[in-house]
């Protein structure tokens, strides 16, 4: 195992940056590497062995690039590429990598924030067909009903920075509408896709104050942190310098433009090569 190892954190674009402010902010101190799939993004709409493929992909070059920990901050791909990576190809060609998701960390809490014992979930096509929450839920507290909803023009528009604008108030809507349709017990709505934080203010605007709406970047963050604290043989290994370096698949112009909007700074991006 590489000694001064960066964390390494992935998304297939940007919404794994609002992860990466999260853990950041909880763990200062290490080096980052962060990659997004620009180029090939969004992953929603995708089969399962594309994304698996992608997603093996660039995991396998922050590998290169002496991470000896990556955070799936996507999904998508923590529901359709994660288990194959973490029981297929970590133990043949990397026993001493680790490869963790965003979708476990949330499913163990996600009692915390439900008195009705019924959630919401809102997350692209890929993950709500997956079942991947479901199924996750449903191990530690198989008392707590889960309605799902998949939302498959959120990320466009908010890759396309029209998230705020009133054109994307329609489909806003109609998706919060749908979720809703299906049960009038929930009480926490969970946003599965690392993009939906951007909506915020209008989710809020359009649930009721009763419900609690959960985005998973806090989550995601204590988890690590809990994680780094019980695997030591991880944690003494990591680099300590504050150092962060971000990587695009697509144009490293038109990601700092857009990047800036889910990390709340600004950002000099390279091209992933």
């Not at 994304?51 to 070059?61: P, Q, S």
């Not at 963790?100 to 439900?114: F, H, K, M, N, S």
């Not at 809990?226 to 504050?242: P, T, V």
Request: glycine share 6%; hydrophobic share 40%.
């Amino acid at each position: 195992m590489l000694r001064n190892a960066p964390i390494g954190i992935f998304d297939s674009g940007y919404g794994g940056l609002t992860v990466f402010k999260s853990i950041a902010d909880v763990l200062p101190e290490y080096d980052y590497i962060y990659v997004g799939d620009n180029a090939r993004s969004p992953y929603g709409d995708h089969s399962f062995d594309t994304i698996y493929k992608y997603t093996l992909e660039c995991v396998e070059w922050l590998f290169s690039k002496g991470c000896n920990l990556v955070i799936l901050a996507c999904n998508t791909a923590s529901a359709k590429a994660l288990r194959t990576i973490q029981q297929k190809d970590l133990p043949a060609k990397y026993p001493g990598k680790r490869v963790l998701g965003v979708i476990r960390p949330t499913a163990e809490v996600i009692d915390q924030y439900t008195r009705s014992k019924t959630i919401g979930v809102m997350g692209t096509r890929g993950t709500v067909n997956s079942q991947s929450y479901l199924l996750e839920i449903h191990k530690f507290f198989p008392d707590i009903k889960v309605f799902q909803q998949s939302c498959p023009m959120w990320v466009p528009l908010i890759e396309n920075n029209q998230h705020m604008q009133r054109g994307a108030d329609f489909f806003i809507q109609e998706y919060c509408d749908a979720l809703m349709s299906q049960s009038t017990d929930i009480d926490c709505v969970l946003l599965a896709c690392t993009h939906y934080p951007l909506l915020l203010p209008k989710l809020k605007a359009i649930f009721p104050d009763y419900i609690e709406i959960l985005s998973q970047g806090e989550i995601v963050a204590r988890s690590l942190k809990d994680y780094l604290e019980r695997h030591k043989e991880i944690e003494q290994n990591l680099a300590r310098n504050g150092a962060r370096s971000f990587y695009t698949s697509g144009d490293p112009a038109a990601f700092d433009a857009q990047a800036s909007i889910f990390f709340g700074e600004k950002l000099c991006a390279e091209k992933l090569g």
